[in-house]
DNA sequence: CAAATCAATGATAACGTTATCAATTAATCA
DNA sequence: TGATTAATTGATAACGTTATCATTGATTTG
């Protein structure tokens, strides 16, 4: 077992110093060598095989060219998008993703974040696990949080105008004839709710109609994603049995719009027909359901890259940083289960 | 700017010798110290605020206490929970676990291998892109690979027993009274769909029955699952007008399953009353889909944290290794595509 | 109680790279 | 040409940890 090649030894073969060795095969090209020396030491370096030691140079400028990325929960269908979004951004930069699922728990997002500092990671994108998590321990370590909610006016942050989302989806049923809307939200850790019924209620008055009574079903939106969709699935079973039914459904997102169009189907409503649903977000699920659902679609591939860009020039200077914010719009996607009245 | 504290300014705090200082604040535990020196070094280390250099440990012991996992794409719905059984083992093992997309593209796969080697990677999962796919590039990396094919005899390897798992499928098709069952394939880059003919023709013969005229919808199995959709949804189409009705389709994998099915219901066709169809995989659309869709599932999270034991195997004692070769067996998930004819 | 054994601690050399400054060589200009 | 400047190259010191061996202190044993 013969020791791996060290600049010592490539510097032995093509007789020159360290020093200059080290010059042509570190990765900073802004020096001055020869043109005929850097071919002598590439040559040499090739010939007894020389590999750069990543480990050595890392220590020596104390930086891991690494980036973590922190999430709840990858097996979440909202997310994969977005991290390959991170890393096809983070590779061009010659950066490495570490990319950690706290499972929804605040505690296992706290080690993630005392292993980043440990570890050394050059910065962090963050979707929070929930509204308290405290960033306290990240001390040194720049980041980017992934979230449209204005909890945390101090960080930068990249999300979608969640809002103005909602909006369009609202406004599409409306403009298709739909009255009577109703809302099927998920309670979850991360943000409270009621922004949705106000958002709900203003339209209302603004098109100058009266909210409905009974136009929320409420669920508790589950760390796992099967299991979110079993709760919705039981809310909206409630629901339909206890009230009149509406023309439209708007939900909160994907999986709780796929719910409520299985559970139409199997009581026989015709979607679109007697009764539209439009989600929020843009999963696969979503196409391959039938009919395929409409949805409001939040680019998450897009945020991904934004969030990178903007965590790759907050690690490039951090001094004189000024918080950054930005959300991004949300697209329609009109599908087969949305229809006029 | 303070600077960073080392265990050399440990050492001055408490009154001890670096190598003391060390010995009580390295990982391993097998190292004689008595109790009363170990208090003395943690409450200086406590005090001034110590703590430890990953990187100066990591050069120093030439270990990156990293793996890597080489997937073609995190976006396709098999991957997310295979990934996230390997971390779960990993992190317990302390390890992080890099994740690189190779988008199917075989060069940027190879580029992914000489990344492993040059970031000193301590392992590597690779699900391989293509069938001919060449690891020589990873010398000195241990590796582990994701797949059933026996191509790759002399590599160690976790898979799913995909043939035994199409019989269960065909099996439960049979057993519900199907006589006349098509086939939905797709080809794909990383291996030839040719064997799932030999097994459909095999059962059909041990059952003493002829294979059906017709019986194989073939389509390309795209690199994104929304073409890969559309696809399978394209030839599903096609064959529907142009050949008798099956009164059963096996798809290969959900997404070609979910297309079938989808075509099924905008055509009128009642699933499963008039047709029934299995997919192969388990993934989180066929549980959402109307009717839900009946599969054979592949335990991912299993295979994740499978091959993650092998690697971690191989990783410590790497002498007098035999190749090791995991099948597991696939599940029965009944749900309500299939049914009596 | 001295000798021998064992446990605990100390001194110091690596690991392979990058960065600093000194030394050399090449290029420019009066 | 000789002096001055610029461009290359060389020698060497870090970086903070772990590992080796020597040394000291504690404990046992004849």
Redesign the pocket.
Known sequence: MN??K???DVAKECG?????V??V???QQDI???E??RKRVMSAAQKIGYR??TL??N???QQSNTIAISIPDITNPFFPELIKGIQEKMRDEGYSVIQLNNEWNPSIEKDHFQYMVQTCVDGAIISPSHSGTDFSTLEGVPFVLLTNSDLYSEYDSVGNNSKAGMRIALEHLYSLGHRKIALLVGGSMRSDPSWRYDIFSEFYREKGLTVPANFLVSCDYNVDSTLSFLQARKSMEIFLSENPMPTAFFASNDILGLAALQVANEHGIKVPDQLSIIGMDGIFSGEVSYPALSTVKKNRSEIGGISAQILLDKIKKPKDWSTKKVLLPCKLIERGSTGPV
Do not use: M
Not at 16 to 20: E, I, N
């Open positions: 020791k791996r060290t600049i010592i020159l110093s360290q020093a200059t080290a010059r095969l570190n990765g001055q060598v020869k005929k020396t750069r030691n050595a140079a220590f020596r400028l």
